[in-house]
C-alpha cells in the first residue's frame, strides 16, 4: 500500500516568514495529493490540492509543487500569519482506488510567532 | 454551502458496549469515506462507499461495520468497544467515486470516548 512521509514534524517561524513542509510518497501509481489544515480539535480543511498532470499550482499565499520522478510534493507559504498556526496533512491517493482513499503524513505543526 | 454532517458531536461509552456514528454527506456527494484520528495522529482510513455499496476497506476492525443508505447517508456501527477505541472520527464526501482524485471535505467529526 501507499506510504506517505512528512517533514519537518514541527515548523516554527517569525511572522511575515516562508513555510515550506515536505511530502514523499511510494506508490507511483497515486495521482491525486491534497493538503489539509487541522486546528486543534476541528476538522481537517483541504486548503489545496495538486494532480500528477500538474507541476505546480498556486493559490494566492500557497503553493505546491509536485515531482512526479522523485515522487515528493511540498507546500510553500509565504508571508505567513499567526492564523497560519496549524497542523498540516499531506496525503496521497490513486486512480485506481475506487472510493479513492487518502493515505495521510504524519503532519507538520506549524507555529507562527507574531 | 452545505456541508457535511455528523452525529453525535461526542459520545461516551463504556467498555464493551456498542455505538453508532452517522454521517450525512455533502448533497449530490455520492461517496463517503470513514477516518479514525488517534490523539496526535494522522486521520486513518477504515472504509469508503460508493453509490451504497462498499469501495474501499482500509485498517477497520472485525468490530466494527458500516453501510451506505439509500439517501447517501452513512452509518458507522461499533461493537465492544475498547479503550482504544477513543478517538475522534471523521466522515468525508466527494463526488466520483471510481474516477478517483476529486475533494474529500470532512465533517466535524465524532469524539468518541470509552471508559
Known amino acids: 500500500g501507499e506510504n506517505v512521509e512528512q517533514h519537518p514534524s514541527t515548523l516554527s517561524v517569525q511572522e511575515g516568514d516562508s513555510a515550506v513542509i515536505k511530502c514523499t510518497y511510494s506508490?507511483?501509481?497515486?495521482?491525486?495529493f491534497p493538503w489539509y489544515k487541522q486546528e486543534l480539535g476541528k476538522r481537517p480543511q483541504l486548503i489545496i490540492d495538486?494532480?500528477?498532470?500538474?507541476g505546480e499550482k498556486k493559490d494566492q499565499r500557497i503553493a505546491v509543487t509536485l515531482n512526479k520522478t522523485a515522487k515528493h510534493f511540498s507546500l510553500h507559504i509565504t508571508e505567513t500569519q499567526p492564523e497560519d498556526s496549524a497542523v498540516y496533512f499531506c496525503?496521497?491517493?490513486?486512480?485506481?482506488?475506487?472510493?479513492?482513499?487518502?493515505?495521510f503524513g504524519g503532519g507538520t505543526r506549524l507555529m507562527v510567532k507574531p | 454551502a452545505a456541508g457535511v454532517i455528523q452525529s453525535p458531536r461526542h459520545l461516551i461509552k463504556e467498555k464493551r458496549e456498542t455505538a453508532t456514528l452517522k454521517c450525512y454527506p455533502i448533497?449530490?456527494?455520492?461517496?463517503v469515506y470513514w477516518y479514525q484520528q488517534g490523539p496526535g495522529q494522522d486521520p486513518q482510513f477504515l472504509i469508503s462507499f460508493y453509490e451504497k455499496m462498499q469501495s474501499d476497506k482500509g485498517s477497520i476492525p472485525d468490530r466494527f461495520s458500516a453501510q451506505q443508505f439509500s439517501d447517501y447517508h452513512s452509518e458507522l456501527n461499533m461493537s465492544s468497544l475498547e479503550l482504544g477505541d477513543s478517538a475522534l472520527y471523521f466522515c468525508a464526501s466527494s463526488t466520483g467515486g471510481k474516477r478517483g482524485g476529486t475533494e474529500q471535505y470532512f465533517g466535524p467529526g465524532t469524539r468518541l470516548t470509552v471508559t
Open positions: 448533497p449530490r456527494h455520492d461517496t
Open positions: 506508490d507511483s501509481a497515486s495521482n491525486y
Open positions: 495538486i494532480r500528477s498532470n500538474v
Open positions: 496525503a496521497a491517493s490513486a486512480r485506481y482506488n475506487a472510493g479513492n482513499m487518502l493515505t
